[in-house]
């Protein structure tokens, strides 16, 4: 069955350092998004992609982030100088539908910020 | 406000027991869906009702809207120890481009 595949599953890194997350949606999914969760807390939306344009953000989506497809397959998600408070795990989701529908997520990565 | 808070915030209950879970939201929306989150893991979607829907049913779910009260449940029946997780209501903000707001979830243990 078709997955969204996220790498990595953990990253540790220390305070003011770029982290790229990756995501490789279902093939076929035109709109992809990415949420985050901090630990024990509720999944919180960043950002919505679609036609290699943001669609839609959160206030969390600050000018530290960024997302870009660089290409066919790949969907990426940047934070160019982590603080602690960035410090989530961070999911990737996909779908064939405008406006969300059924939402398929990625694993998550564990992003770990000293 | 926030938008999607379930409650109970936990539910223990025996397999084979029903689980219900509430979900409560404050603004007019499109639809409301219900994730299931194990432990570590990613979301998993459940059932997703449209606004116009009053009532759905997947396997053991069932999953009502009450438009008028904002409110939603999630049923389900003959619970197994598998369905311990944390499920999470998520609403679409009727005139929203494309997010999802998703509550704070409820943790699920079924004790076998």
């Known amino acids: 069955e078709p997955e969204v595949t996220q790498t990595p599953s953990h990253q540790v890194t220390q305070m003011g350092q770029e982290v790229i997350l990756r995501c490789v949606p279902i093939?076929?999914?035109?709109?992809f998004y990415w949420y985050r969760q901090i630990l024990g807390q509720k999944v919180e939306f960043l950002v919505s992609?679609?036609?290699?344009?943001?669609?839609?953000k959160s206030e969390i989506f600050d000018d530290q982030f960024s997302v870009e497809r660089p290409d066919g397959s790949n969907f990426t998600l940047k934070i160019r100088s982590t603080k602690l408070e960035d410090s989530a795990m961070y999911f990737c989701a996909s779908s064939t539908l405008a406006g969300p529908g059924e939402l398929f997520f990625g694993e998550g990565s564990r992003l770990t910020v000293l | 406000s926030q938008q999607g808070e379930e409650d109970p915030q936990a539910l223990s209950i025996q397999e084979g027991e029903n689980a219900t879970m509430n979900c409560s939201y404050k603004t007019s929306i499109n639809n409301l869906q219900w994730y299931r989150q194990n432990s570590g893991r990613g979301l998993v979607h459940l059932i997703l009702?449209?606004?116009?829907?009053r009532e759905k049913h997947s396997g053991r779910l069932r999953v009502t809207l009450d438009t008028s009260k904002k409110s939603s449940s999630l049923l389900i029946t003959a619970s197994r120890a598998a369905d311990t997780a944390s499920y999470f209501c998520?609403?679409?903000?009727?005139?929203?481009?494309?997010?999802?707001?998703f509550g704070k979830g409820i943790t699920l243990s079924v004790r076998p």
């Open positions: 992609f679609y036609n290699n344009e943001i669609s839609e």
């Open positions: 998520a609403t679409d903000a009727a005139g929203a481009n494309s997010k999802l707001t």
């Open positions: 009702i449209r606004s116009n829907e």
């Open positions: 093939s076929n999914h035109l709109y």
